[in-house]
């Protein structure tokens, strides 16, 4: 599941140099936490006037070939035309922090807003490579969608030197793909930030209603469009008749265990209750008096 | 008279000092009755909502799933704004064991402070507004969190709320964050640490009566809005043979996972309802066992009490002297009450249990009745 907005760059494997005999594995792709972007969005708006965008620190876990990114946290660094500065004493202290809660989290690369990569970019990502070394840290630009003619969307970067004697300004970015990877379990969390009124009191049965719902509509619309090409006012398409056939054609035949499912889940329905009431009771009872 | 007199001149030499410029006195203008709503210095507005923001949504369920216990706790930062408490960050604290006790407490103490003055550098909240716990299968009612939470009533301003996320709802498609204050009653009883028997009478406390509930609503600000809505909007492949499975990709796709029929949690939540009641019989087994001994010791106090009047009142009729009358609390220790708050809170537990398995089950009764509805067909 792509994230950028489109965009046809292929992808390029080269193989590290081997001149120091040692293989760096170098990520070809890159998981996200909503979380991590989250805090990025949000390091981005609490950015002060002077700054155009703003930096910090990735932590995450990498596997052999994926670099799963887990969580953000902003670090102060200030740009100007001259020279650009990046605070390390906070960045080591915010991760010894972090360190602590999650101690399975090291760093991976690090992020910034907007898209351009420049020098500066460069600089800070040779920083970020010695501190990730040996392996290699990965860079990821996220576009908030608040500037002219650039959608939002995050891209994905690793670097490799570049030109004839490899100066730590000089560097290309080489793009790897990446994607918004979350549990299942976390799924309804998101959800509720989708939905346009979120209040958190929905009991099961709402989200049973609106789930069940949205099924019936898309149930409607496809009823729709069948009945439009059998009356021949729609050219039927092959492929989405053949899918539809094969979706909707397997049936669930079984209702043998149905009636022993029922009985159980109403057998629970009334345990339930009788434990409330007899726990309402005994707590009204502690209150009487032992003369 | 050379001195005074040259004294006199001296003075008279000197310039006059002059008088000391009036500090101009410090008007105190009242604050303007529009602001009156934001500056609220006193904390006089009540609470009435907690508004949580999308990015401590997305932290506290990162955290509470990957903690793989319901120890998972953190603390959160804000702002409260007319009567609406806004939650604007969050962050995890470290585990802390249960043993050594003292250091754990302290470096804990140590991190919140290093966390709050780093968060500070970077422009974001640095007040704290109360705490986030994960919970399993509703059952939160335990003593940590109650202490935990008494604490911060008193330090902060409008008293903490304790956020409450329960892990096993969300994973069934209903993500619940619920915000909890502790009721001033209890807070009344919990100062006096006067549990026994008499005292909850007197405050009249059950269970339900420890926590009130305050209404929560998350917002999500614009970017942040915009910015999901870009992810889940789904993009068209341009592959014109797509097969009509793939065609259309997203990077947030739509789930339906709370349509599935299914029994697995019901199982779950029935052990723990067996193991709640048990706890409960176990505390009030102590508890009655202490308060037959209290009464013990109290009958053998009175009947020594009773045995001395009497033989005083014997002595007394021969003339003799009186013994005197001893102290009868020096003789026999009574020991005092035990505390009823653990009962309370695993009844508490108990009922907690109860209405999550009451609500699976009824879920599960709809989707099997609509299982059986369509299948008909």
Redesign the interface.
Known sequence: ???RS?SSAAYIQSTPPSSNGVPSTRPTSLTI???A???I????????DAQHRVIGTLLGTRTDSTVDV??AF???HSETDEQVAVDMD?HR??YD?CA???PNETIVGWYSTGSDLNTYSALIQNFYSQETAPNQAVHVALD???EEGK???VKAYVSSPVGIFPKPENCVFVPIPC??RF????????????SPN???????????AS??T??QNMLNRVLAYVQSVLRGEVVGDK??GR?LMDVLGT???E?GG?TA??Q???M??Y???L??SQ??V???L?????A | MAAPSMAAALAASLPAPQAAPTPAAPTYEAIPASMSKAIDIEAEIPLTCVQLDGIVITKILKHSREAFSTTAHGLLLGLDLDGILEVSNSFALPNHNSDDDEKATKSIARYQQSMLRSLKEVQGDDNVVGFYQATSLGAFFNQSLIDTQAIHQDRLRHGGVVVVHDISQTARGNASFRAFKLTPAFMDAYRRANFSTAGMISHRLTFASILEEIPLRVRTNALLSSYLNTLATPSTSTFSGAHPGVATTSALPPSYSVLDIGNMGLTKNLEQVAEAIDNYRTEEGNVAYLSRQIAREKLRAETYVAKRKEENARRVAQGLNALPEEDVSRLFRIPPEPSRLESMLLLGQVDAYAKSLESNAGTGLVKMYAAKASSGV
């Not at chain 1, 549990?183 to 989708?194: C, I, Q, V």
């Not at chain 1, 979120?198 to 049973?208: A, H």
């Open positions: 599941m792509p994230m489109s936490h909503p979380s972007l989250f805090s969005l949000d390091h981005y708006l609490r950015r002060t887990k969580s902003a670090v102060l906070y202290a915010m922090l602590r809660v999650r908030t969608g608040t959608g939002a969307g994607e918004l549990h299942e379990a976390e799924r309804s969390g998101l959800d509720l930030l989708l979120p209040s958190s009191n929905q009991t099961d049965l709402d989200v049973l789930s069940l949205d099924v492929a989405v899918y049936g669930v035949e209702d149905w499912g029922l159980d889940t109403l629970i329905t345990l339930a209750n434990v409330r726990a309402e005994s707590a009204r502690a209150l009487t008096t032992a």
